[in-house]
C-alpha cells in the first residue's frame, strides 16, 4: 500500500463546503419552483371526520392543497426494510394520507403547495381539521402490561430471541454471585443540522428526477419507484452533499414520496424541507426502552452467565427494535447467556437508526452493570473486563477476523493514566466539585451490504482518472477517503483522481449506514482501480512500443502514474504516453465486490475499543461536567486518519450527549414530543467539550474486505455513556441507571 | 409565517404613533424572540414597526453611580460596557451567561424586557394555554414541566420566566423608562412584571403602543462586588433551571445590606423579599443562608417533573450567597465539605 492510504488528507470538499460552492438539495434554484409544506397531526390517536382546505386554497400564492380526499394512492403498501440490504427502505410499513386514520402525532395529513415557503406555511396553518379523537398510548409504561415477544424485528432481519448459550438459568443459579439491574433511555433523535428535504422534477416522458438529502440514493430511487408504480428507470435521485443523517436519513420516509406526488399533481418542480419540528415526527427516533441485565459470577469475576432483556415501544405497524444485544451477546466469554426483544405497541412513527443503533443502549446496560459488579467484588474495571475476554466469539467458536481489544484496554489505560486509580468512590475533591474516572468497553458488529457493490474507474488520456460510485457525502469524509483508495490502488498522486458520488446514475453502492460505508464502497473502488492498473500495464508490457515491452506484469509497479519495473525504476513509461501514443482516449472499469457475511466465513467479525472518562460532580447543584474523555479503538485499516479521527470523535461528543443531555421527552396528555427544537432538546455545545484523545490501534484485517476496514461511523459512541456514569460513581457513589443523567438525580 | 407589513421609524414619536394607531401593530428591535414567534404562529402581529434606528442605543453613567441603558442597546454591547462591568457586574454575568453571542448581538435591552416565556406548551399554538389563548386551560399542569415554575405560580399557569438580565435588574431596583400615547412613565422593575393569576396573557404592566425606552439602575455601591449564578444542562446558550443575583453588604460579619432576586424558579424574574428580611441583620454565616433560602422557598409549589426545583432553589441561593461573601467554610481545609 502507498502511503496515500491513511494519510490525513484535507477534505476534497473542504474549500467547496466552507465557501458555499457546495449545493445541497434544498439549495437548487430551479425555475418555477413551487414549495411544499407538511400539516402533521395534532393528535396521536383517532379519526379525520372532516377537514376544510377552503381557507387554505385560496390563501395568496398557493397552488394545490392535498389531503387523503384527493391525493392519488400508491402502487404498493410500503415494508420496512433496513437500507444496508440495497433493496427498497422504507422506513415503515405505513404511508400516510390514504385514509382517514390517524396513527401518530405529526402523520401528514395534508401538503400545502405555494409559490414561496412562508405562504404555503401560512396556508398550512389555515387547513382546519376535525377529529374524532380515540384512546392513545405513547409511553412504554401505558402498554407495558400488553408487550409481546416478536417473531422477528428490524424488518425480518434479526430474531426476535437471541440463540441461547449453555444454561443460562442454571448459570445465574448457580454463580456465587449475581447481579440484577435495570436500565431505561429516553427516547433520541437524530438531529441533523441539514432538515429533511426533497425537491422532485417531472419532465416530459413522465421521468422524475429527486435532489434528496438521504444515505443512500438508490435507496431513495428504489423506494419511491415501488410507491409511484414507476420501473426504477423512470427515476433518478442527486444526492451530492447531504448536511449530516445519523440515522434520521437512512431509510426513506413518506415526505419524499408526497414530494413527488405534489409535484406531478402541480406541474412544476416541488421542493419540500422538513421544520425542525416537523423532523421530530417525521424520520423515526431512538425509541425509549428499558433492558434488563443479570450477571452471574465468581469471586474472581468470571463470567458465568449473562442474560439481557429489553422491552420498548413501537409502532402500530413495524415490529422494530433497534438491536440492542448483538454487542453485549459477544463481548465477554460468559458461556451461558440468554437474550430477549419484547415490544409493545404505541401511537409513534416506527423509531429507526440513530447513531449507533442498537450498541449505544446496549452496552451502556452491559458495561454499567459491568462495573457494578468489579466494584462488588473489588477488582479493577479493566482487569474485569480482561479476565472475560472473548479469545473467540463465545457464541460461535470461531476466531475472530481482528480484534485488537486487549491492545485497546492497554493503549487507553496509558493514555489517560488509569494505572493507580483509587477504587472507592466520592473521596476526591477539588473544591466543590467531586472527581471519578469510569471506563467502558466499545463494541460494534462489522456490517455489510448482502448485494454486490460497484464502482467504476474510467481514465482519460492524459492519464488522469474519474472514479464513480452513487455514493453520498453525508459529512463522514468518503469523497475524500475514497479519493485515497482510488489513487492509492492505481499509483496516482491524489490530484490526478476526482471521485464523483451522489447520483444513481452510477454504479450502484448500498447505502451507507452501520458504519458499512467504507468497507461497501472502498472494496469496489480498490477492485476497480487495481483491475484497471492491471490492464494498463498487461498493456505496456504487450506494447512493442513500451519501454516496458516484454516485462513479466507481475515486476512491474507503479509510481506517480508512471508504470516501471520493481528493480530497474529506470525503465518505464506513464499512463499517458501509453495511452497517447496508441490514441486510447479512455479505459474503463468496473469493480464488482460481493460482500463478506458471517455465516459465509470461518471468522467472526466484530469492532471493538476502549473507552475512558474523567468528571466533576457539584453534587451539591446537580451538575455533572465531562473534563477528560479517552477513546482507543481497533477499527481495522485507517482510511484517512483525520477523517477518521473525526468520525470518532463526533461518536465520542455523541455519548457525551446521550450520558448527559439527550432525551426527547413525551408528553402523554397530547401525545406530542414536548421538546421539538433545537432550544429545548439539548445537544453539547463547545463549553460542554472536554480535553479529548483518540487514537487507532491498526490490526490487519484479511476478512471483512479487501482493504481491511471495519469502519469508524458508530463505535466512537458506543461505551461513551457507560464510562461516564461509571465515573459519576467513582466520583459520588451514586448509580444513576438511566439516560440522561441530569440535575434532579444528583441532588 | 402570517402575511405582515413592517416599516421602519426613525423618532419615538412615529414608532408609539403608529403602533398605536393599529391593534394589531407591535414594536419590533433586535427580533430574536418575536420573529420566532410570528413564524410559529404565536405571535400574531400584522404590523410590525422596526424601531432600531430609534437614537435608544446609549449606555450613559449617571451622577451618584448610576446607569442609564437605551432600549435598543444590544446585550453584548451593554455587557461590555465599562460603567456597567465596574458599577454592576451582576447585570454582565446575567447577560453573558443568556443566550449565545450570535443573539446577543442581535437582541435589544427592550426586547429582553418584553420577552416570552419559553413554556412548551405556549409555544405549540395545538397545546391548551392560558397564556397564549386564554379559558384554554394550562397543559403544563400535568405535562412535561421538568422546566417549570415553583414560585409565583396560578391554577391557570406555570409558565418560567426566562430572563437572566430583568432578575439582576429586579435585584437592583432598577426602573423601566416607558413613553406611550399617555406619555412618559416609570416603572419599578420588580412591577413591571405581572405573576400570571387569573390573567396569564397579561406579562407586563404597559399597554399597547407604550414603548419602553431606557433603563435606569440607580446607585447601590455594594452592587460592585455583586454576582450572578446560573444552574443548567449544559455550559452555554441554555434557560435557567434556576439563577440567583446577589448583592450583599456585611459589617463586622453582620449582613447589614442585601438584594436577592432569582430566575428559572419563578414566573417573573422573583425579588426574593423573604430570604432578604431573613438575612438583613443575621450573621453571614451559611446557616443564615440556609434559613434565608428555606424561608423563600417555604412557600413554593411544585406539579410533578419540576419538584427538584424547590431544594435546587434553596441550594443556588446558598451557593450564590457564600460565593459573593467569600464564605470559605463550604470546604474545610483538607478540601472535604463540612
Redo the contacts between chains.
Keep these: 500500500m502507498s502511503p496515500v492510504l491513511g494519510a490525513a488528507l484535507d477534505r476534497v470538499d473542504g474549500r467547496a463546503k466552507v465557501t458555499g460552492a457546495a449545493r445541497y438539495s434544498g439549495e437548487l434554484n430551479l425555475p418555477n419552483l413551487a414549495h411544499a409544506v407538511l400539516v402533521g397531526a ?1 393528535v396521536p390517536s383517532g379519526r379525520i371526520i372532516g377537514i376544510d382546505c377552503r381557507q387554505a386554497s385560496v390563501a ?1 400564492g398557493v397552488h394545490t392543497v392535498l389531503t387523503h380526499l384527493d391525493l392519488p394512492r400508491v402502487a404498493a403498501q410500503p415494508k420496512l426494510f433496513p437500507s444496508l440490504a440495497g433493496l427498497t427502505a422504507h422506513g415503515q410499513s405505513f404511508f400516510p394520507m390514504q385514509d382517514d386514520v390517524v396513527h401518530y402525532a405529526g402523520q401528514p395529513i395534508a401538503v400545502v403547495v405555494a409559490d414561496t415557503v ?1 405562504r404555503a ?2 396556508a398550512g ?1 389555515l387547513v382546519q381539521v376535525n377529529y374524532a379523537e380515540t384512546p392513545s398510548a405513547t409511553l412504554l409504561d401505558q402498554v407495558r402490561d400488553q408487550a409481546y415477544e416478536p417473531q422477528r424485528i428490524f424488518g425480518g432481519l434479526v430474531p426476535g430471541r437471541n440463540p441461547d448459550r449453555g444454561d443460562p438459568e442454571s448459570g445465574l443459579r448457580d454463580a456465587e454471585l449475581t447481579l440484577d439491574l435495570t436500565y431505561r433511555f429516553a427516547a433520541n433523535h437524530q438531529n441533523p443540522l441539514e432538515m429533511s428535504t426533497t425537491t422532485a422534477v417531472w419532465d416530459d416522458l413522465d421521468r422524475l428526477t429527486l435532489y434528496d438529502s438521504t444515505q443512500g440514493p438508490t435507496a431513495t430511487q428504489l423506494s419511491v419507484a415501488e410507491l409511484l408504480g414507476l420501473p426504477p428507470t423512470r427515476i433518478r435521485v442527486v444526492s451530492h452533499f447531504v448536511g449530516g443523517s445519523f440515522g434520521a436519513k437512512a431509510l426513506i420516509w413518506p415526505h419524499v414520496t408526497l414530494t413527488a406526488l405534489a409535484a406531478r399533481q402541480v406541474g412544476r418542480p416541488v421542493r419540500l424541507t422538513l421544520s425542525r ?1 416537523q423532523m421530530f415526527h417525521s424520520c423515526g427516533h431512538r425509541e425509549e426502552q428499558e433492558q434488563r441485565i443479570r450477571l452471574g459470577a465468581d469471586r474472581n469475576g468470571r463470567l458465568a452467565a449473562l442474560t439481557h432483556d429489553k422491552i420498548s415501544l413501537t409502532s402500530h405497524f413495524d415490529d422494530w427494535a433497534e438491536t440492542s444485544l448483538e454487542s453485549p451477546a459477544i463481548t465477554y466469554a460468559a458461556p451461558n447467556y440468554a437474550g430477549g426483544y419484547r415490544l409493545a405497541r404505541g401511537n409513534t412513527i416506527t423509531p429507526t437508526f440513530t447513531r449507533g443503533p442498537g450498541e449505544a443502549t446496549g452496552m451502556f446496560a452491559l458495561e454499567s452493570a459491568m462495573d457494578e459488579l468489579a466494584h462488588t467484588i473489588g477488582i479493577d474495571p479493566v482487569e474485569l473486563r480482561l479476565r472475560n475476554h472473548a479469545d473467540v466469539d463465545p457464541d460461535t467458536g470461531k476466531p475472530w477476523s481482528s480484534k485488537g481489544l486487549r491492545e485497546c484496554y492497554q493503549r487507553g489505560a496509558e493514555l489517560f493514566g488509569w494505572a493507580g486509580r483509587d477504587p472507592a468512590p466520592g473521596t476526591r ?4 466539585w467531586q472527581i471519578g474516572t469510569g471506563m467502558a468497553t466499545a463494541a460494534y458488529p462489522v456490517a455489510a451490504p448482502i448485494s454486490p457493490q460497484r464502482a467504476r474507474a474510467r481514465m482519460y488520456i492524459d492519464g488522469s482518472v474519474v472514479v464513480e460510485a452513487g455514493i453520498s457525502e453525508f459529512g463522514t469524509g468518503a469523497l475524500t477517503a475514497m479519493t485515497q483508495v482510488a489513487a492509492d490502488g492505481l499509483g496516482l498522486p491524489v490530484d490526478r483522481v476526482r471521485f464523483v458520488g451522489g447520483t444513481t446514475d452510477l454504479p450502484n453502492v448500498a447505502a451507507a449506514v452501520g458504519s458499512a460505508g467504507s468497507g461497501a464502497t472502498s472494496s469496489p473502488v480498490h477492485l476497480a482501480c487495481t483491475q484497471l492498473r492491471d490492464q494498463l500495464v498487461r498493456q505496456a508490457v504487450a506494447d512493442q512500443h513500451s519501454p516496458l515491452h516484454g516485462a513479466d506484469p507481475a515486476a512491474v509497479v507503479v509510481r506517480d502514474g508512471r508504470m516501471c519495473l520493481r528493480d530497474r525504476p529506470e525503465v518505464g513509461e506513464t499512463y499517458a504516453e501509453l495511452l497517447g501514443r496508441n490514441h486510447i482516449p479512455d479505459v474503463e472499469t468496473v469493480g464488482t465486490w460481493m460482500p463478506v457475511l458471517a455465516p459465509m466465513t470461518d471468522y467472526a467479525m466484530h469492532t471493538f475499543g476502549a473507552q475512558f472518562a474523567e468528571v466533576a460532580v457539584d453534587a ?4 455533572v ?1 465531562v473534563r477528560r474523555l479517552v477513546g482507543v479503538f481497533a477499527p481495522g485499516r485507517i482510511l484517512n486518519r483525520k477523517t477518521a479521527h473525526s468520525q470518532l470523535m463526533g461518536g465520542m461528543l455523541w455519548g457525551l450527549s446521550q450520558a ?2 439527550e432525551a426527547t ?3 402523554p ?2 401525545g ?1 414530543w ?2 421539538a ?1 433545537l ?2 432538546y ?1 445537544v ?5 467539550v472536554p480535553e479529548i484523545t483518540i487514537d487507532t490501534i491498526e490490526v490487519p484485517d484479511p476478512v471483512v474486505n479487501p482493504l481491511g476496514v471495519k469502519g469508524v461511523g458508530e463505535i466512537g459512541i458506543v461505551g461513551t455513556s457507560a464510562a461516564i456514569a461509571n465515573a459519576v460513581h467513582h466520583a459520588t457513589g451514586r448509580r444513576i441507571r438511566h439516560l440522561p443523567i ?3 438525580d444528583l ?1 | 409565517m402570517r402575511p405582515v407589513s413592517y416599516s421602519r421609524v426613525a423618532d419615538v414619536a412615529t414608532a408609539i404613533g403608529t403602533v398605536t394607531a393599529d391593534p394589531g401593530s407591535t414594536f419590533l428591535a433586535g427580533g430574536t424572540n418575536e420573529v420566532d414567534l410570528q413564524r410559529i404562529h404565536v405571535a400574531r402581529s400584522r404590523r410590525l414597526v422596526d424601531i432600531n434606528d430609534l437614537p435608544l442605543r446609549q449606555i450613559e453613567e449617571l451622577p451618584g453611580g448610576g446607569v442609564r441603558i437605551g432600549a435598543v442597546a444590544r446585550m453584548s454591547d451593554v455587557a461590555q460596557a465599562l460603567p456597567v462591568r465596574r458599577r454592576f457586574p451582576v447585570i454582565s454575568q446575567a447577560l453573558l451567561l443568556g443566550a449565545s453571542p450570535q443573539l446577543r448581538n442581535m437582541a435589544s435591552i427592550g426586547g429582553n424586557m418584553m420577552q416570552r416565556t419559553r413554556c412548551g406548551y405556549f409555544r405549540d399554538v395545538a397545546a391548551a394555554c392560558n397564556k397564549r389563548e386564554p379559558g384554554t386551560g394550562c397543559s403544563a399542569l400535568t405535562g412535561v414541566n421538568r422546566g417549570h415554575a415553583v414560585l409565583g405560580t396560578s391554577e391557570h399557569c406555570i409558565a418560567t420566566h426566562p430572563a437572566d438580565l430583568a432578575v439582576a435588574l429586579v435585584a437592583l431596583d432598577a426602573v423601566v423608562l416607558t413613553q406611550g400615547p399617555a406619555g412618559h412613565r416609570q416603572i419599578l422593575a420588580d412591577d413591571f412584571f405581572l405573576l400570571p393569576g387569573d390573567t396569564p396573557d397579561r406579562e407586563h404592566a404597559i399597554s399597547h403602543g407604550e414603548l419602553v425606552v431606557a433603563v435606569e439602575v440607580p446607585p447601590l455601591p455594594m452592587a460592585s462586588t455583586s454576582i450572578y449564578l446560573k444552574v443548567r444542562d449544559r455550559e452555554s446558550y441554555e434557560f435557567a433551571l434556576a439563577s440567583a443575583a446577589v448583592a450583599v453588604a456585611i459589617d463586622a460579619g453582620v449582613v447589614t445590606d442585601v438584594r436577592l432576586a432569582l430566575g428559572g424558579l419563578a414566573t417573573k424574574p422573583w425579588r426574593a423579599r423573604q430570604a432578604e428580611s431573613v438575612l438583613v441583620g443575621a450573621p453571614a454565616t451559611i446557616e443564615s443562608f440556609r434559613a434565608a433560602a428555606d424561608a423563600e422557598l417555604a412557600g413554593a409549589v411544585p406539579h410533578g417533573m419540576n419538584a427538584y426545583k424547590i431544594e435546587l432553589g434553596r441550594r443556588t441561593i446558598v451557593r450564590a450567597l457564600s460565593t459573593v461573601t467569600g464564605d470559605a467554610r463550604m470546604v474545610s481545609d483538607d478540601g472535604n465539605p463540612p
Excluded at chain 1, 429 to 432: F, L, N
Excluded at chain 1, 620 to 623: C, I, Q, S
Design positions: 395534532r395568496d412562508e406555511e401560512y396553518s419540528d475533591w477539588e473544591g466543590r451539591d447543584l446537580g451538575l461536567r448527559l443531555l421527552r413525551m408528553d396528555n397530547t406530542r414536548a421538546n427544537s432550544a429545548d439539548l453539547p455545545v463547545n463549553a460542554d441530569t440535575v434532579e441532588l
